[in-house]
């Protein structure tokens, strides 16, 4: 079993910023993909990014690119979602989640952490 918590979230003006966090604890050990995903009201939930834990380039949704940025602190089993220049569209709740491999499914999730933007 894998627990994931995040945490950071709440209401922040457009234009603003907001840190996300994901802590994983229990047994981690074989994961290596961690993401972060997003729903908004009335909309299925969307891929926000993924990171590998070993290192790379993480991956971006377009609608986020240049905005957002994940990276993660394999040290404390922590990633971490820097948004920037936040628009309305970006409140949602937001999760976050492992994966063994590219080509696996999403094992476990978190609780989810809600974000809003206010214009």
């Known amino acids: 079993q894998v627990q994931l918590v995040e945490s950071g979230g709440g209401l922040v003006q457009v234009g603003g910023s907001l840190r996300l966090s994901c802590a994983a604890s229990?047994?981690?050990?074989?994961?290596?993909?961690m993401a972060w995903f997003r729903q908004a009201p009335g909309k299925e939930r969307e891929i926000v990014g993924n990171?590998?834990?070993?290192?790379?380039?993480?991956y971006y949704a377009d609608s986020i690119k240049g905005r957002f940025t994940i990276s993660r602190d394999n040290a404390k089993n922590t990633m971490y979602l820097q948004m920037n220049s936040m628009k309305p569209e970006d409140t949602a709740v937001y999760y976050c989640?492992?994966?063994?491999?590219?080509?696996?499914?999403?094992?476990?999730w978190g609780q989810g952490t809600q974000v809003t933007v206010s214009s």
């Open positions: 989640a492992v994966r063994r491999g590219p080509y696996s499914g999403y094992d476990y």
């Open positions: 229990g047994r981690t050990f074989g994961y290596y993909f």
């Open positions: 990171i590998m834990l070993s290192g790379g380039q993480p």
